[in-house]
């Protein structure tokens, strides 16, 4: 039997294996018959064993160069490093939808296992969910996507070879990193549409879900800064972020995901706000499938676009409609039980500052789902209109300040009512630091208003960061019995959720100091000769001369660019920087640019080159002065440093 | 004890003008009308005296570059049975070919016959999606997220 063959029928059995599942939860549940939901659970865990099958069939059919089935054929070849065979699992279409299937049926099994006995009420419920979901891809890829489909006709001797774009690290961890959280936010709306279906919809439905939540959220996070990392250093724009409609959509549940972490800690303290946070939990993943349907079916112009498919647009279509009425009917069905207990009391609470910033979340995410649909609506009702970055800049630079300032102004706010006398103590220390923040830039001469506004704000930010662990470790101290680092390692894993947070805080104090920093960006196309020399910023940009080499993959171009101080012509280069162009020989038409930079201290030095001529030595460059524009990477991991830390919580919650 | 109503109101206020602030203060810069050649020269006069995105197939033969000029371009786009002579004052994209897609940003000169381009991104024949339109933004493709 060959290949193409083994994995449909494996995807064959996999589709009767999740009806069967379905049905026996469908069953199971209604008739509260304890052997068919047993059944039903085995099931899910046979869909995802199922499921692990084929990906390994897929990837061995890449590893084995079987071009005899067309996606292998498509996107991978035989000179290709093995890394990226692997990698062309999710390179294309057809293959992003199997490993889809692979983390939600394996994401399903886990979370079923790890609840069935302290959630046992919800489980058969939470069984149906998933498997809906997972027939839902199970099905598309058998009969309309499939990846083991064999070439009709001839069989080629060799591949087309995956996208030279895509051979890069970052690609290959970018797509699994967003895909892990997108699909892993099934889960807690599989959580929440049990909690409504069976009307326990106390808290325990969604301490079952935060960690999900959080760990989607963590990826989602990763997932985007490694595509904007990509961005930055392959396609030699100097930006790392365009607002493209594909970016957007894995914005969208990062945004909604965020302000469900937020508000579900009011539940807890204070038990309100519980129909909002359902809502939360269903629109972020309904964004997960819209986000898909976006990608996928060629609705919207994008650059990463799969291509215009009408069957996935109507199956994708279909389902966030029926995603829509049926969680949404559930939730309005159950409303009354869904009251809150408790109210709000004062703007200068807690409560009130989560409650913002869920607002301006929501807003960020109503709107940007709004600008990335808007030019296709408009296309359909009369003439196109796009929608730059300028456009969502406008924007989402207030609304991001206004996080940023909730960011530090919510640690400061009591629970229920913060006295003035309060209010006057916790907020002097951040008031007095925003304001250095704002003024030192000034006196380095910088002007952009929003710019020194995100800079005040970061400093404001910082300092309650800062004074919320000082305060934490002075008594943790015990009046000297343990040393600083003693002291702060028993606060934070004594507070894991709160201090976690502080430090997720912190990662989103840094990346907003590289996005004001975007304020200040020097830039500059400039087309020279060996030897000419150009002025960029504070530097001297000196070309001194071009390469041509080739291996077994590609041709190359490589520049040699000296990066001087400015006014020091004659002396030494700060360093010399080879940016390049690559033809690979599968795809001569489609060349790469690899971009050089140079990191000094606080900003970037960032030079890519676009067409050369061999003959003359014209080159013509992008040069960028990007300043602050690494602290976005180190604030990404220190964000995931603070998220990891809040995971980690689950003895504390359980007590 | 629940907030006051005026509090509410007032709440309610300063969101809305704040948002208003925000529509009023757009320029409109990223706001662009797209459209096709043939589009724009059935009726010309629609599209003069701002800026607009036009998407076109570079008439093959029709390229000419001033020598060693960082830029400076002339060429011919076609779309439907309509053309337009372009005029281009920067570097273009690797993928800008004759015989090409590609999307210009620029303004429509007053008699309507010819078009000022300001920037460009230019669609290259992919061979993961043959059937694709094309790009919007000045980034070249890729076939995955």
């Known amino acids: ?655 | 004890m629940a907030l006051r109503t005026n509090t509410r109101i007032s709440l309610v206020a300063v969101a809305a003008s704040a948002a208003l602030y925000l529509v009023l203060s757009d320029s409109g810069e990223g706001v662009l009308e797209y459209a096709y050649v043939d589009q724009v020269m059935a009726s010309p006069e629609g599209f003069q005296g701002r800026e607009i995105k036009v998407h076109g197939i570079v008439v093959p033969g029709t390229v000419k570059q001033r020598k060693n000029g960082a830029g400076d371009y002339r060429f011919v786009i076609e779309h439907g049975d309509k053309q337009l002579a372009v005029h281009f004052g920067d570097m273009v994209p690797d993928t800008f070919t004759e015989g090409g897609e590609v999307v210009l940003t620029g303004t429509l000169d007053a008699g309507g016959a010819s078009f000022e381009a300001t920037s460009m991104s230019a669609k290259c024949p992919s061979k993961y999606e043959e059937k694709q339109s094309a790009l919007p933004e000045p980034l070249p493709r890729r076939s995955d997220s």
């Open chain 1, 1 to 655: 039997m060959s290949l193409s063959t083994l994995g449909t029928l494996v995807l064959f059995i996999l589709f009767v294996v999740n009806v069967a599942t379905l049905g026996l939860s469908l069953v199971g549940s209604r008739r509260q018959d304890v052997r068919m939901i047993q059944g039903s659970i085995r099931g899910i865990d046979a869909v995802a064993g199922l499921s692990v099958f084929a990906s390994t069939l897929i990837v061995y059919a890449f590893l084995a160069g079987d071009y005899s089935i067309r996606y292998v054929a498509e996107t991978s070849d035989a000179t290709m490093p093995v890394f990226y065979k692997i990698t062309s699992f999710w390179g294309s279409l057809e293959g992003s939808l199997l490993f889809w299937l692979l983390l939600q049926a394996v994401f399903a099994s886990i979370a079923v296992r790890a609840n069935k006995r302290r959630h046992a009420d919800l489980i058969p419920h939470v069984v149906t969910i998933l498997a809906g979901i997972s027939l839902f891809f199970v099905t598309l890829i058998l009969f309309q996507s499939n990846p083991f489909a064999p070439h009709l006709l001839e069989t080629p001797v060799s591949g087309r070879g995956l996208n030279p774009l895509l051979q890069n690290p970052y690609m290959a961890i970018h797509p699994p990193c967003l895909y892990l959280g997108y699909v892993s936010l099934s889960v807690p709306y599989a959580f929440g549409m049990a909690a409504l279906i069976t009307g326990h919809v106390d808290s325990a439905w969604q301490r079952a879900v935060r960690r999900w939540t959080l760990f989607s959220w963590l990826f989602l996070a990763a997932g985007l800064t490694l595509g904007g990392l990509w961005a930055y250093e392959e396609l030699g724009w100097g930006g790392y972020w365009a607002w493209d409609p594909v970016e957007n959509a894995g914005l969208l549940p990062w945004f909604t995901s965020t302000a469900f972490l937020h508000s579900i800690m009011i539940q807890e303290r204070r038990g309100m706000m519980r129909g909002w946070n359902m809502s939360l939990v269903i629109i972020s993943f309904w964004l997960t499938i819209v986000g898909t349907f976006l990608t996928r079916s060629g609705v919207v112009q994008s650059v990463h676009a799969f291509g215009a498919n009408p069957v996935l647009a109507w199956t994708f279509g279909g389902l966030i409609v029926v995603i829509l009425v049926f969680s949404f009917g559930l939730l309005i069905w159950r409303l009354p039980l869904l009251r809150s207990r408790g109210e709000l009391e004062s703007v200068f609470s807690r409560e009130f500052g989560f409650l913002l910033n869920n607002w301006i979340l929501l807003s960020c995410s109503l709107f940007v789902l709004g600008g990335t649909v808007y030019p296709s609506i408009s296309e359909y009702v009369g003439d196109r209109v796009v929608l730059g970055a300028p456009f969502f800049e406008h924007y989402m630079v207030p609304l991001g300040l206004a996080l940023l300032a909730l960011t530090g102004l919510g640690p400061l706010l009591a629970w229920r009512k913060t006295t003035p006398e309060n209010l006057a103590q916790q907020f002097f220390g951040p008031l007095a630091a925003g304001a250095v923040g704002l003024m030192v830039p000034w006196f380095l001469g910088l002007r952009s208003a929003w710019g020194l506004a995100c800079f005040g704000l970061c400093a404001f930010t910082c300092w309650t960061i800062v004074q919320e662990f000082y305060r934490g470790i002075r008594v943790a101290r015990h009046g000297g019995r343990y040393g600083i680092v003693d002291a702060a390692i028993r606060l934070v894993l004594r507070a894991r959720r709160r201090y976690g947070g502080y430090v997720v805080h912190l990662g989103i104090v840094l990346m907003f100091l590289g996005w004001g920093g975007n304020s200040y960006k020097v830039e500059k196309k400039a087309n020279l000769r060996p030897g000419d020399t150009v002025e960029l910023g504070d530097y001297m940009i000196r070309h001194a001369g071009l390469r041509a080499t080739e291996d077994w993959q590609k041709e190359m171009i490589t520049a040699d660019v000296e990066v001087l101080r400015l006014g020091e012509a004659d002396g030494e280069p700060l360093t010399t920087l080879h940016p390049a162009r690559w033809w690979y020989f599968k795809l001569p038409e489609q060349p790469t640019t690899e971009v050089d930079r140079y990191m000094a201290v606080g900003e970037d030095v960032y030079v890519s080159i676009q067409t050369v001529d061999l003959g003359t030595g014209w080159t013509q460059m992008s040069l960028y002065v990007n300043p602050l524009v690494n602290w976005i990477w180190v604030g990404t991991m220190v964000l995931l440093v603070g998220g990891a830390i809040c995971i980690g919580t689950r003895k504390r919650v359980e007590e």
